[in-house]
């Protein structure tokens, strides 16, 4: 599975970390930076790694900011993206199998590398659950042509 790993500044020492820990777990990891904590603009990196889902370049992709909210919303402008912030198991859990989502953001702010190595391994074991979700996230998709 290749992944796709964003962060600004405020995410960049736990995305170094995560990077280092899933490719050292098989999984082909694309980096679009940032590589520093200098301050930089959250958009840039979460449209370069969304894009790569979007166009079918990578599997899913992992954006971290301080809280994980402006990755999503910058991530979500991108067509074709379900990018979703959370915290908890269930929460991860349920964007994957309720809703597809193919982008996970993390705030750094909040998780320490372990767990946000426990969420993402629930990010990317998950499955959709298809039927009735199937529905509304094909409803999802419609919205972005309008």
Do not use: W
């Not at 694309?30 to 930089?40: H, L, N, R």
């Amino acid at each position: 599975m290749k992944i796709a790993l964003a962060a600004d500044h405020a995410g960049f020492a736990l995305k170094e970390k995560l990077c280092a820990s899933l490719a050292a777990a098989g999984y082909e990891i694309a980096d679009f930076g940032t590589d520093s904590a200098e301050s930089c603009d959250y958009p840039d990196f979460a449209g370069r790694a969304a894009r790569e889902v979007a166009q079918g370049r990578a599997d899913r992709a992992i954006l971290v900011c301080s809280t994980g909210i402006g990755m999503a919303m910058a991530a979500n402008k991108v067509a074709g993206v379900r990018a979703a912030p959370a915290q908890s198991d269930d929460e991860v859990r349920f964007t994957r199998e309720h809703n597809d989502a193919n982008v996970l953001t993390l705030g750094a702010k909040y998780l320490d590398e372990n767990r946000a190595l426990q969420l993402i391994r629930i990010f990317l074991d998950t499955e959709f659950a298809g039927g009735r979700h199937a529905r509304r996230v094909a409803k999802i998709a419609q919205l972005e042509r309008h």
